[in-house]
Antibody
Framework: QVQLQESGPGLVKPSETLSLTCTVS????????WSWIRQPPGKGLEWIGY???????NYNPSLKSRVTISVDTSKNQFSLKLTSVTTADTAVYYC??????????????????WGQGRMVTVSS | SSELTQDPAVSVALGQTVRITCQGD??????ASWYQQKPGQAPVLVIY???NRPSGIPDRFSGSSSGNTASLTITGAQAEDEADYYC???????????FGGGTKLTVL
């Protein structure tokens, strides 16, 4: 059974950089898309960005200028950096695996495994 | 278009059937996936592809799709089904995943 675990500081000061790491166990990080998703208190889910195991990445256009996602296949980890944070970045941050299937009859994506979430508060 | 639209709240009587919908242009190209989220917990995938359930998801959960609308149906809703439900799909370019705003399901 694949498991994901977020780690990193739970408190970040405004204007600083938020850094989180997701460790994948029970399976290889090779293949699949690996995403960061966040959820501000009382609000919905927001996709931040993903990285493919090859290193190619894609980001939410609204966050693109501040986000970097990287992967370390030797450690089965991927990481998030979000720069110049403000209180609006306070949220639970989840890492998740996204599966992709394409055939002649169907095309789908789905987030099948999620970490438990890491609450990050931006405050001085 | 990247927008996926869900009704903010839906209620259902215990044991009855409820449908939660998700609308968006990208749903003409990609099947939606559906997630259940209970307070303080991570989302859990309940439906993916045309109508597939991951292992451990009860068969009272089913999915369907028509045009730009995807639906999650719970047949015989149970008290434990009370939760927030989110739909998800890629945008028309296939490059960006997006989530609907979520539907809060209350079981009366």
């Amino acid at each position: 059974q694949v498991q994901l675990q977020e780690s990193g500081p739970g408190l970040v000061k405004p204007s600083e950089t938020l850094s989180l790491t997701c460790t994948v166990s029970g399976g290889s990080i090779s293949s699949f898309y690996w995403s960061w998703i966040r959820q501000p208190p009382g609000k919905g889910l927001e996709w931040i960005g993903y990285i493919y195991y090859t290193g190619s990445s894609n980001y939410n256009p609204s966050l693109k200028s501040r986000v970097t996602i990287s992967v370390d296949t030797s450690k089965n980890q991927f990481s998030l950096k979000l720069t110049s944070v403000t209180t609006a970045d306070t949220a639970v941050y989840y890492c998740a695996r996204e599966v992709y299937h394409r055939s002649t009859v169907t095309t789908y994506y789905a987030f099948d495994f999620w970490g438990q979430g890491r609450m990050v508060t931006v405050s001085s | 278009s990247s927008e996926l639209t869900q009704d903010p709240a839906v209620s259902v009587a215990l044991g009855q059937t409820v449908r939660i919908t998700c609308q968006g242009d990208s749903l003409r190209s990609y099947y939606a996936s559906w997630y259940q989220q209970k307070p303080g917990q991570a989302p859990v995938l309940v439906i993916y592809d045309k109508n597939n359930r991951p292992s451990g998801i009860p068969d009272r959960f089913s999915g369907s799709s028509s045009g730009n609308t995807a639906s999650l149906t719970i047949t015989g809703a149970q008290a434990e089904d009370e939760a927030d439900y989110y739909c998800n799909s890629r945008d028309n370019s296939g490059n960006h995943p997006w989530f609907g705003g979520g539907t809060k399901l209350t079981v009366l």
